[in-house]
T-cell receptor, first 116, second 116 residues
Framework: DTEVTQTPKHLVMGMTNKKSLKCEQH?????MYWYKQKAKKPPELMFV???????INESVPSRFSPECPNSSLLNLHLHALQPEDSALYLC???????????????FGPGTRLLVL | AQKVTQAQTEISVVEKEDVTLDCVYE???????LFWYKQPPSGELVFLIR??????QNEISGRYSWNFQKSTSSFNFTITASQVVDSAVYFC?????????????FGSGTRLQVQP
């Protein structure tokens, strides 16, 4: 089973709202990722968690706040977003991260976010 | 620095035609991994294949085949007898074993449209 689930599928929020995106995997993977994808562009890495610890932050603005409550769950807390933050947010997981670069990442279906 | 180039922005074929998607990469590492992902309109990136730099054997999986040539730094993907369900954006990606970042570098993607 290579399933990564994400909720919600769609989200519309105002610039003053606070919302959270959720990601879950039950493959026993110990690395989880957040990506942002704008239309007609490839995914851009935002954060990597390895063994529930933040290991990579790609200089993401602080209005995006990741959280990894346990090895199966990954959240992305959103606050005071801008319209240019509208995008598809993808979560991924892999067996591990940082050992050899060989780990295959499995992606969820994404959350389509619109910031008004 | 690593780089992945997918020069074909968009390809349109008629069902049952064969189609090849090109991927050219740049890396200074001797150990690296190449991936192909499919992204249908629903948004989820679907893992198709992983190949390491020491394995130049071509691979076939049903209607899909991959041609890895280190001499030309290419990892091309062929779909034989294309079907409408193959319509998607296809991403080639590279991961290096030697860098500290251990992140996927994606190409810009090739949008494939298969007309009935």
């Amino acid at each position: 089973d290579t399933e990564v689930t994400q909720t919600p599928k769609h989200l519309v929020m105002g610039m003053t709202n606070k919302k959270s995106l959720k990601c879950e995997q039950h493959m026993g993977h110990r690395a989880m990722y957040w990506y942002k994808q704008k239309a007609k562009k490839p995914p851009e890495l935002m954060f990597v968690y390895s063994y529930e610890k933040l290991s990579i932050n790609e200089s993401v603005p602080s209005r995006f706040s990741p959280e990894c409550p346990n090895s199966s769950l990954l959240n992305l807390h959103l606050h005071a977003l801008q319209p240019e933050d509208s995008a598809l947010y993808l979560c991924a997981s892999s067996q591990s991260h940082g050992t050899s670069g060989s780990e295959t990442q499995y992606f969820g279906p994404g959350t389509r976010l619109l910031v008004l | 620095a690593q780089k992945v180039t997918q020069a074909q922005t968009e390809i349109s074929v008629v069902e049952k035609e064969d189609v090849t998607l090109d991927c050219v990469y740049e890396t200074r590492d001797t150990t690296y991994y190449l991936f192909w992902y499919k992204q249908p309109p629903s948004g989820e990136l679907v893992f198709l294949i992983r190949r390491n730099s020491f394995d130049e054997q071509n691979e076939i999986s049903g209607r899909y085949s991959w041609n890895f040539q280190k001499s030309t730094s290419s990892f091309n993907f062929t779909i034989t007898a294309s079907q409408v369900v193959d319509s998607a954006v296809y991403f080639c990606a590279l991961s290096e074993a030697g860098t500290g970042r251990r992140a996927l570098t994606f190409g810009s993607g090739t949008r494939l449209q298969v007309q009935p």
